[in-house]
Structures are given as C-alpha cells and as structure tokens.
C-alpha cells in the first residue's frame, strides 16, 4: 500500500513514565535493492500477536516519505534475511522496542534502540503544518528536535551486517 508519511522526531533522555498502550518489540532488516534500501520488520506485540512487514520508503524532504508497505509471510521475511546475509549485499540490522502512546488523537511512538540505548519519539502528522502538542511526559525527557537529521533514521542507526 502506498501512502505518504510525514513525521516529527525527538531525542529523548530516557523512556517517558508512561502508561503505554502497547509495546512491541522490533527487528528490522534493511537490504540494498538497486541504490534503495528495502526493509523487512518483525513486530512483537505484548499480547503475543506477530506481524511481518515489507517496506519501501523514498524520501520527498525533511519531514515527507512515501512508503509503500505491506503485510509478507514468515517465509519471504525469512527469505529477505537470508539475502542480507549473503557476503556479496550490503545490508544492515537493528532491533529496537516501541511504546505506543495515545494523546488525544495523536498517537506517539517512542522508540528504543536496544544496541546503541538511544530513544526517540515520534509522531506522524497529516499535514507538515500540523500544530503538535508535545505530552508532558515527553516534554520532562526532551533533549532537542531530530525530524530531519538522517542520522537519526532507523537505517542509519541500524548496523551493517
């Protein structure tokens, strides 16, 4: 499915104290596909559920992606990883755990990168001129602003395989 994201992100000190509404684990898998990185995710939902994700994502500007994503079964996950392993591909791995927040009608997920323990929030917006409304309990953890510094994106943070 193909759909535009845009999305504002926030370097965070520590995990907000937060009663969250969901918490999934991640392992992500990205793949160098002709010059483009395509990624594979594995989510893990505390409630035992577990999806499997293929996306494609082309950057418009700063804030704008346009993804394409759908669901895949175990075996083509399974299949991707054995591709980012062969010697010859360039290819990277992270693995991270979500906490889902629900504000109002914002929804925010903050991120936390198990291998280098860094945490970020983010929130997808319908319109970069969005007015967002930052929860006070992210607000008592903010460190600055990231939307936009490419070394904050899940790929560059990711580890080369």
């Given at each position: ?11 965070l000190?520590r ?11 991640m392992?992500?898998?990205y ?6 990185f ?13 999806d ?12 704008t992606?346009?993804?394409y ?33 629900n ?14 323990k ?15 409304t ?28």
């Amino acid at each position: 499915m193909k759909q535009i994201e845009i999305e504002r992100k926030f370097l965070l000190k520590r995990i907000p104290d937060e009663k969250f509404d969901d918490i999934i684990t991640m392992d992500q898998w990205y793949l160098n596909v002709d010059g483009k990185f395509e990624r594979v995710r594995q989510r893990k939902y505390k409630d035992g559920r577990i999806d499997w994700l293929h996306t494609i994502k082309e950057d418009v500007d700063e804030m704008t992606r346009i993804e394409y994503e759908k669901l895949i079964s175990i075996d083509e996950y399974h299949d991707f990883i054995k591709m980012c392993k062969s010697p010859e591909t360039e290819a990277k791995y992270i693995q991270k755990r979500r906490y889902i927040l629900n504000v109002n009608n914002d929804v925010w997920e903050i991120d936390e990168f198990l291998e280098n323990k860094l945490i970020i929030a983010e929130i997808e917006i319908p319109s970069k001129d969005y007015s967002v409304t930052i929860p006070r309990s992210i607000q008592d953890t903010l460190v600055y602003e990231v939307t936009g510094i490419n070394e904050f994106s899940n790929k560059s943070l990711s580890e080369p395989i």
